[in-house]
């Protein structure tokens, strides 16, 4: 199984960026796909959710509003629209898996780097 993240890269507060999640090696239909950040020095962050079979999102709190979570199916690739990028979004985001009916994430893919600077 491979989720290849792309699409980070470094902007300017206020600017957008564009994340993409291209899953293979098996089917995702009754999953939940995500997007983590990590930052060194603090926890894990799950900024959003959603599930291949209904497209049922969710979002933390910290990005409601600002980013949007989506799939393709027949592309099996999700992405994360981050628009309205403050400083502290910055990290290294992941894409990664796990079944509906569990809560840890089974599969993840590499990090991409997002950078917001002023």
């Known amino acids: 199984v491979q989720l290849q993240a792309s699409g980070g890269g470094s902007v300017q507060t206020g600017g957008s960026l564009r994340l993409s999640c291209a899953a293979s090696?098996?089917?995702?239909?009754?999953?939940?796909m995500a997007w983590l950040r990590q930052t060194p020095g603090k926890e894990r962050e799950v900024v959003a959710t959603?599930?291949?079979?209904?497209?049922?999102?969710s979002y933390a709190d910290s990005v409601k509003g600002r980013f949007t979570i989506s799939g393709d199916n027949a592309k099996n690739t999700i992405y994360l629209q981050m628009n309205a990028l403050k400083l502290e979004d910055t990290a290294v985001y992941y894409c990664?898996?796990?079944?509906?009916?569990?809560?840890?994430?089974?599969?993840r893919g590499q990090g991409t780097q997002v950078t917001v600077s002023s």
């Open positions: 990664a898996a796990r079944p509906i009916s569990g809560t840890n994430y089974v599969y």
């Open positions: 959603i599930t291949w079979s209904g497209g049922r999102t």
């Open positions: 090696g098996r089917t995702f239909s009754y999953w939940v």
